[in-house]
């Protein structure tokens, strides 16, 4: 499952797993990491939590709101 960025919500302690954010944070280097790390940064951030053994997990009846400006003025 993959949790889409702007919506989620994620457990601190989990985000500051020192795995997880040593790797989360790793510089692209290749042509490939760009699709991996930055493009896909969301799924790539359940990925690495799914594999320390945290949970993600949806919520059909939350809420979330977000901002989306209109114009760049």
Known sequence: MCSP???SLFR?????DDHVLR????KSTEARHYVQ???GED????????QEGYR???CA????LT??????H
């Open 37 to 39: 790390y930055d493009q």
């Open 56 to 58: 993600v997990e949806y």
């Open 12 to 16: 601190g302690s989990a985000l500051m």
């Open 61 to 64: 009846a939350s809420d979330a």
């Open 5 to 7: 960025g702007c919506f």
């Open 43 to 50: 799924r790539w951030l359940c990925t690495l939590l799914l």
């Open 23 to 26: 790797t989360y944070c790793t």
């Open 67 to 72: 901002y989306a400006p209109e114009s760049f």
